[in-house]
Nanobody, 116 residues
């Protein structure tokens, strides 16, 4: 059974940092990434990474502040979030799949709240 389990969310002040983790089990994935959904808004792309970590992509809103990485030995993807802003407040979801365009496995989400 395939599972993606996120951890690392929480409450942080603006300007602070958090590191999210997503541990996958049941299979490995070429593409892994992060999405987020704020209250009353659609789910949006945040970042993704390919299998060897050589290719990453970010939403414009997080470029220069967030960094995605992965540890294939642990089958885990990370999202380092720095200089957090109140508008980063959302439920963050881990996603994975065979290709970056097809990430069809999802975690249950972890809440990130940034206070001003």
């Amino acid at each position: 059974q395939v599972q993606l389990v996120e951890s690392g969310g929480g409450l942080v002040q603006a300007g602070g940092s958090l590191r999210l983790s997503c541990a996958a089990s049941g299979r490995t994935f070429n593409a892994m990434g992060w999405f987020r959904q704020a209250p009353g808004k659609d789910r949006e792309f945040v970042a993704r990474i390919n299998r060897n970590g050589g290719t990453t992509s970010y939403a414009d809103s997080v470029k220069g502040r967030f960094a995605i990485s992965r540890d294939n030995a642990k089958n885990t993807v990370y999202l380092q979030m720095n200089d957090l802003k109140p508008e980063d407040t959302a439920v963050y979801y881990c996603a994975a799949g065979p290709y970056s365009a097809i990430m069809n496995y999802w975690g249950q989400g972890t809440q990130v709240t940034v206070s001003s």
